[in-house]
């Protein structure tokens, strides 16, 4: 009997480290680590008060590192300064994008010489900032600055004088003369200048003839048909003679036709079609 009773306790016996490994791991409550936490750090050696409280030195240390860690902050709470901040800074935006379209559209209309781009940047700089200007005629500003300070050539100053004579020729007789009449204009005061260059400056001062619409004849009435017997007619009361005519319009939708009945002796319509 003894020797099964040696067996029996040989067969169930386990080492302590199993027992160890099979326990379950203690939980703490947050209170107790956060005071625990606060005695660490009064002390100021982890060691010795982990070993009075009786738990393991890194166990404290996690701890330690865990609470006194900066909390994460919060999401921004967006107040009234906040959004008015941000409305601030979107019309401001707004603003910026609304000049770069306009000055976009008007650059449409701008010739791409350096001239006369810099001299389109000084005459919108009154309404629009220089830096801007130049972003968008995409032109450095240190051209832009060297061009205002360049000194005028003599080509430039006789193109300024031409231009105020041609301007004149040009509105006085009605924005009708081209090149070859205004060259004649020029002439006859005592100046030259090619065509070419009185083009070149009309189209700087976007000056733009007139041209004269070829007339076309819509009615013919050069023809054999036969005409109406009540042609001549003088009714003496309404309703005794009526008379017609058709016309065209144009509209967006291409050219309608009107057809138009009159009363002779009223000269009220009668009825009309399209």
């Not at 005028?152 to 004149?168: G, H, P, Y």
């Not at 007789?173 to 100046?191: C, I, P, S, W």
């Not at 023809?223 to 009361?237: L, R």
Request: hydrophobic fraction near 35%; glycine fraction near 2%; charged fraction near 30%.
């Amino acid at each position: 009997m003894s020797d099964v009773a040696t067996l029996k306790r040989t067969l169930s016996y386990k080492p302590e480290s199993t027992y160890m490994t099979t326990q379950a791991k203690q939980k703490y409550i947050a209170e107790f680590k956060e005071n625990n936490v606060k005695r660490a750090n009064e002390s100021s050696n982890v060691a010795e008060t982990a070993h009075e409280l009786g738990i393991k030195e890194n166990t404290l240390t996690n701890w330690v590192y865990q609470y006194s860690r900066p909390l994460k902050p919060d999401k921004a709470v967006r107040t009234d300064e906040h959004l008015y901040d941000e409305l601030k800074r979107l019309k401001k935006e707004v603003t910026r994008l609304t000049e770069e379209r306009d000055l976009w559209t008007r650059r449409q209309r701008c010739c791409q010489r350096n001239t006369v781009q810099s001299a389109w940047i000084l005459e919108q700089s009154v309404d629009y900032s220089v830096a801007l200007l130049c972003s968008v005629l995409s032109v450095s500003r240190s051209a832009y600055y060297a061009w205002t300070t360049a000194v005028e050539s003599r080509k430039a100053k006789r193109d300024k004088e031409l231009k105020t004579v041609i301007t004149a020729a040009f509105t006085q007789n009605r924005a009708v003369y081209g090149t070859r009449r205004l060259k004649e204009v020029l002439a006859k005061q005592g100046d030259s200048a090619s065509r070419r260059r009185i083009g070149r400056i009309m189209q700087e001062a976007q000056l733009v003839c007139k041209t004269k619409r070829r007339f076309r004849a819509t009615t013919n009435s050069k023809h054999n048909m036969p005409i109406a017997p009540n042609q001549g007619a003088s009714p003496d009361q309404s309703n005794q003679v009526y008379v017609g005519d058709i016309t065209y319009i144009k509209t967006q939708e291409g050219w309608l036709y009107l057809a138009v009945v009159i009363d002779l002796y009223s000269r009220q319509i009668v009825d009309t079609v399209i």
